[in-house]
Structure formats: structure tokens, C-alpha cells
């Protein structure tokens, strides 16, 4: 390769070469938590599934929910952190890198399926031909659970892609008796749709 046209091409890759290198810097390698889902985090998900599938079979949406394996750390939205927000009781908010892997934890849930995230290019996320009868068959992917400091509130953040519909959230959970339960306070939560097509 001549002189002239090795310059060109440095002076090409140096600065994709830098910019990907600072992109990598900037992105927070996830590790594995160093201790397993609690109970009350597995009850919350729990929760969290049966009111997302009650009310999806209400309005008449049917086929697998596919979950992503591994959940993504909590990140609240500023917005719901200030005075008002559903997230100001919750301060200070445990927000570490550590990311947990689901096994068995919905096994007993009727079609709900865990799924690596390359799993899902052949359950119907990019495929064209899909119809809605299979518009679970997206990938659900949640985030880790955190508490409040009296440990009565729960809130877990959620994104779920498919080929009509792509939204993400944040669901907060109230201990009512030993159980789990949506609370009103999700109302205030920020809920972002990213892109609906029907």
C-alpha cells in the first residue's frame, strides 16, 4: 500500500478507533451480584408478571413473554427523584452494577419463557411476518429490584421490544400482608413509549 493512501486510512480509523475505545470507558462493565435474588426481589418480579399478563390476555394478546436472562441495573429517571417523584422515598437509592441471572424463578408461569437476548431474532422481534396474536413474543427485560428504606416499597424498571411496540417504565410495589402488590405511586412514575405501530 503506498504512503500517501496509509495516511488517509490512519487518519480514518484513529478517531473511530478513539471514540470506541472512550465509549467503552463510559459504558459500566455489569458484573454478577456476589449474592443471589432475595425472596422479596423474586416476589416483586412475581408481581410485576402476573398484572403485565392479566392485563395483556384482557385485551386479548396472546403467545409466549419472552424475559430476558439477565436483568440491567436499576437507573431512575431524575425526574422521579425530585421533590413530588415516585422515586423520592426510595433515597438513598442502592444503584450498583452487580446483575442477576434468572434460572428457575418463573418456571411455574404459564407462558413465560427466559430467554438469552439472541434468542429472541427467531421468536418474533424481527420478524417481519409477525402478527399480533404473537405480540408477547417480544423480549421483556427488567431491572434489578430496590427498596425503599422501610422496605414496604419496592420499584423495578422494565423495557419491552417487539415488532409493534417499545416501551420502558418504572413500576413501584407496595408489601400489603406479606405480598406484593402494584401501588398507586407507579402513576407517578415516569413511562416512556419509544415507538408503537400497529
Known amino acids: 500500500m503506498r504512503t ?45 408478571l402476573k398484572q403485565y399478563l392479566s392485563e395483556s390476555e384482557r385485551v386479548g394478546l396472546k403467545g409466549v413473554l419472552n424475559i430476558a436472562k439477565t436483568t440491567t441495573p436499576f437507573k431512575p429517571d431524575s425526574s422521579d427523584l425530585k421533590k413530588g417523584g415516585c422515586l423520592n422515598d426510595f433515597k438513598p437509592i442502592n444503584t450498583t452494577t452487580g446483575v442477576h ?19 429472541t431474532a427467531h421468536h418474533g422481534i424481527s420478524n417481519p411476518k409477525a402478527n399480533k396474536t404473537i405480540f408477547r413474543e417480544g423480549l421483556l427485560t427488567f431491572s434489578e429490584v430496590i427498596f425503599d428504606p422501610t422496605h414496604q416499597y419496592a420499584a423495578a424498571s422494565y423495557s419491552f421490544e417487539s415488532p409493534w411496540n417499545r416501551d420502558s417504565g418504572t413500576d413501584i410495589f407496595k408489601l400489603d400482608h406479606g405480598t406484593w402488590k402494584p401501588s398507586h405511586k407507579s402513576f407517578y412514575c415516569l413511562q416512556s413509549v419509544w415507538a408503537t405501530a400497529y
Not at 465509549?23 to 451480584?33: D, E, G, I, T
Not at 441471572?101 to 434468542?119: G, L, M, P, W, Y
Request: glycine share 2%; charged share 20%; no cysteine.
Open 101 to 119: 441471572t434468572f434460572t428457575h424463578q418463573f418456571a411455574d408461569i404459564k407462558d413465560v419463557r427466559v430467554v438469552n437476548a439472541s434468542e
Open 4 to 48: 500517501g493512501a496509509m495516511r488517509k486510512l490512519l487518519k480514518l480509523l484513529v478517531p473511530a478507533l478513539l471514540v470506541a475505545a472512550v465509549a467503552a470507558q463510559a459504558q459500566p462493565k455489569l458484573v454478577k451480584a456476589t449474592k443471589p435474588l432475595t425472596p422479596d426481589q423474586v416476589a416483586v418480579y412475581r408481581a410485576f
